[in-house]
């Protein structure tokens, strides 16, 4: 499986403003935050679902690289260094929010979610009433599943790392992964659409 | 029997067994739901970004000027504080100059704090471009930018002196040399510098 850094963190920096950065330049470390502010903010609110542990998260990532870039030493993958970094700050709010509860059935095992195993489900979203239909199915799926669609799926981490992220193993990663298609399955079938898509 | 969910993200995913494979060249349905996976997929990798409504960027400074042990702030950007500026309240002063040597002290001073701001100048303007360069270009520029930084603070030590003095020439001096070589790696994406 190829792992694509999505489009939203394609952003081009320069090796300069990198090595500024790295050097400690308050301008630089701000022109590296505009860059990846949005990126940063959509994957953590795709995660947290709330704005403002999205900032919270938004946060405490860059808390993070202004620390710990000195350190950074790869070539040209900064901006998936800083996508780690954002996804596990993200895990770590998503925990949070389960252990104080705001969270519900965070690891829970409803099986009668994963039931609807195999085909025959609703044809996939597509036109901008879809998309609201698809923002809203996505924001309803418990946590964990949530999390795992959308690492996997949108950010294209494989199963392993995820697990490593999530401090789980690979398998759980993976019925996560099924269990968020079958409740998006479900949430979307409904009057989405018959026929064609006019 | 038709293929699990996990079966079919895997076919999708092009991480599944040749059993499962097989099953779903095989057959319409499951072919059409690995295709409809695929199509959530690309669907939620469509969906719009979002943008925090507040800024957090000053929150993460204090937080991190607030916990900082070692030096982690650099001066911001010296080029932006247009520091060159700063220095020529030191000329001008030439009329109340008494002797020969001082006049001659104070037009060296001056010659090159004007050499000094062409060469920021030109610095400004390609700092306006995008360049591609190298890691260890700019691992260079940093290096200079961080001794033109060095000779900034002596200076503005030395600065508190109204009159021209030697050791304030020799700075300007270093300074110009280090902004020619600043300007010749921008330029040409020189690493080595025998400075
Ligand atoms: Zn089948």
Redesign the interface.
Known sequence: ?SVVT???FVV?V???T???A???????L?AL??RF???V??LA??LTRS?HD??DV??ET??EV??SIRRFRG?GSLAGWIRKVAASKALMKLRQQGARGREEELFDDLAGH?S???????????TAA??VD??TA?AQIPATARAV??LH??EGYSHDEIAAMAGRTASFS??Q??RA??R?RELLAPGVREGTCT | M?????E???VR???AGAAAAGHAAACA??A??VK??A?????????P??????D??P???A??AGECER???????WI?AGLAAMFTIAIGVRGALETYAEAKLARQTETLVAESQRLEKALRSSERR??????R???T??QL??RIATIDAQLARAGNDRYPSQERIGLWQERVRLLDALVSVEKSGTTYLGL
């Open positions: 499986m999505p489009p939203s081009a320069d090796e300069l990198v090595a500024r790295r050097a400690g330049d308050e301008a630089a701000e935050f505009r502010e949005t990126p903010y959509s609110r795709r704005p999205a900032e938004l946060q860059f808390l202004v620390r070539d994963t609807g195993d195999g085909p025959g489900g609703s044809p996939a979203p597509g879809e998309r698809l923002e996505l669609i959308w799926d949108v993976k019925s992964l099924a298609h079958a998006l | 038709h293929l699990s969910l996990e079919l993200l895997a995913d092009g991480v349905e499951c059409a739901e409809r996976l199509a959530v997929r690309a669907a939620l990798a469509a969906l970004e979002e943008r925090p409504s507040n957090v960027w929150a993460v400074v937080r991190a030096r982690v702030w650099r001066r911001a950007g932006a995008e360049r591609v360069m190298s890691g270009t700019a691992g520029v940093v930018e961080d």
